[in-house]
């Protein structure tokens, strides 16, 4: 308590011109006193036919009054240094570079606690006294500190500006109407600022109906997450008693589907994790933004306001839904089928019913459909960098640039035999397998066709039945110079749209989307495909015409 007291003695020692511990302190007849080098200087900056007066009471002496040094005052401030205890203001009382300096404080400024409206002017609270103890003073508007007072004038008239102009949507003053907006629907800001307002809330009530909204999916979501557990828990369970009676012959398969089950289950909760992390961000943002908002409606400076409004109310769509679209909790359960199928069957079909096993192993969809994308930037957001496996290749393709450039020449390369390689037709596959969402892009040159393919890697290497298109195992666009032409299961569909050099593919594995585009200044959908993928799929080139060549493009 002692401490505190002195410290309050301390800030007595101060006064109103630099508000610093008095130095040299002198008396003046009022009984008020100050640093003498600081009351001289305000008597000659402030003299006026020989008056002088006091800063604080403001009582005035016709002449100047002779200045000598309080030894007594100046004493006691020493001894109150010395103590260690309180020698100045604080050093957060004082403004940093962020902060609104009071205008009235000559040499280091103090914090301004208020901005008038009308003298559009900051002030300390010593230096606001006046506006409530001065009566003109105290119908002044008083505001939160504002560094922006300026920006209240008018540059054409000097006045500050009161109303807002809705046909150029501006703050403007009472003479502006009169000249350059003369005609133009006008109306005070405080009415503007009444409607603008009623918007934002608008916004924010959409804002804060996202919010539960989102928080309601993510509550889904997790539910999602412990159902794909007990589903994948309970199958593992049914399967291992399943295998256990086939011990002998069935003990590798179990252990394969254990690990792919777990395998899957993983993926399916790290899908649905990411989502609720996106949505959970999604929330954090509109909490940012509802936040932004709230802090603009209370600015109580209506021309402030109205000149940060443009920049905060629009409220941007969001690019999921509203609700998640969850299927029926039938997740690994026909796993479990399967493997009684098999305990029936051992002996004659383990072979052919290990594919089946595996394929059934669902994808659990408990997400949003993703949109397609739009335009060429949204598409290049998937893309991907493909190579060309030369294993695959026929004899008659010349590789090149990095295994991504292809060309039919007329005498066979020297590569060596691999059962991979297409021997009936001029074409080759990618060496990255392709899920997900992926998009690329290939440039022909050259006389001749060239066919832009997907195919599964069990695809035939020889006979008629291997080329691109002509099964089930492979889908392909024939591009010539009159047109385009799709093949699938050796059924193909015209296609009637002028030629790029360009091609570009979309895939979308898990919603079985396939999707072939002319790129040029624009991209022009040339075939879509809706169907079923059950394996992983492969790029695919093939070439007609000697000469002819095609390469995936580099994306950038």
Not at 489 to 496: F, G, L, M, V
Request: aromatic residues 8%; contains cysteine; neutral net charge.
């Amino acid at each position: 308590m002692a401490k505190k007291r002195v410290k309050l003695d301390l800030e007595s020692f101060s006064y109103s011109i630099c508000l610093d511990v008095l130095k040299e302190p002198v008396t003046i007849p009022c009984g008020h006193s100050y640093c003498m080098k600081c009351i001289k200087g305000y008597w000659n900056g402030k003299n006026k036919k020989g008056i002088h007066s006091c800063p604080q009471c403001m009582k005035t002496f016709t002449q100047m009054p002779v200045l000598e040094k309080s030894t007594m005052l100046a004493d006691l401030v020493e001894k109150l240094k010395k103590t260690g205890l309180q020698a100045s203001p604080a050093d957060h009382c004082y403004a940093g570079p962020e902060d609104v300096a009071c205008d009235f404080c000559s040499g280091r400024k103090l914090k301004a606690i208020k901005s008038c409206f009308f003298c559009l002017a900051s002030y300390c609270k010593k230096h606001l006294q006046p506006h409530y103890d001065v009566a003109p003073f105290k119908k002044h508007k008083l505001v939160e500190p504002s560094k922006n007072l300026q920006e209240n004038i008018c540059s054409d008239h000097d006045e500050v500006m009161k109303m807002f102009c809705r046909t150029d949507q501006k703050s403007i003053c009472y003479l502006c109407p009169v000249e350059e907006h003369k005609g133009h629907d006008t109306v005070s800001a405080a009415v503007e600022r009444t409607e603008r307002q009623r918007e934002l809330e608008g916004s924010r009530q959409q804002i804060q109906q996202r919010i539960q909204d989102r928080e309601k999916d993510v509550k889904l979501l997790q539910q999602q997450v412990e159902a794909i557990h007990q589903s994948a828990d309970k199958t593992e369970e049914d399967s291992e008693k399943i295998f256990t009676e086939l011990i002998r012959l069935l003990q590798k398969r179990s252990s394969d589907v254990k690990q792919q089950i777990r395998s899957q289950q993983e993926a399916e909760v790290s899908r649905v994790k990411e989502f609720q992390k996106k949505l959970e961000q999604e929330i954090t943002e509109l909490k940012r933004k509802d936040a932004e908002l709230k802090q603009l409606s209370h600015t109580e400076d209506h021309s402030q306001f109205l000149l940060n409004y443009p920049s905060v109310s629009a409220l941007s769509e969001s690019i999921y839904s509203s609700s998640i679209n969850i299927r029926p909790l039938r997740y690994f359960e026909d796993v479990t089928a399967a493997v009684s199928e098999l305990r029936d069957k051992l002996q004659d079909i383990l072979r052919e019913e290990w594919t089946n096993i595996s394929l059934r192993v669902p994808e659990v969809d408990v997400l949003l459909s993703q949109p397609e994308p739009k335009n060429r930037a949204d598409f290049l957001k998937y893309s991907c960098e493909l190579t060309l496996d030369p294993n695959t290749a026929n004899t008659c393709l010349l590789l090149s640039e990095g295994n991504r450039k292809v060309t039919l020449m007329k005498q066979s390369q020297s590569y060596s035999s691999h059962p991979d390689r297409f021997t009936e037709y001029f074409q080759v596959l990618s060496r990255e397998s392709l899920t997900g969402r992926c998009y690329w892009e290939m440039e022909m040159r050259g006389g001749g066709g060239v066919f832009v393919a997907v195919a599964y890697k069990n695809i035939s290497r020889a006979g008629d039945e291997c080329g691109f298109g002509r099964n089930d195992k492979s889908w392909a666009l024939d591009c010539y110079q009159n047109g385009y032409t799709f093949w699938y299961n050796d059924i193909k569909t015209s296609i009637s749209c002028p030629q790029s050099s360009r091609v570009g593919v979309y895939l979308d594995h898990r919603a079985g989307i396939l999707s072939f585009y002319s790129v040029s200044e624009t991209m022009t959908l040339l075939h879509r495909v809706q169907t079923t993928f059950t394996q992983p799929l492969y790029a695919g080139i093939r070439i007609l015409g000697s000469g002819a060549t095609a390469e995936l493009c580099e994306m950038k």
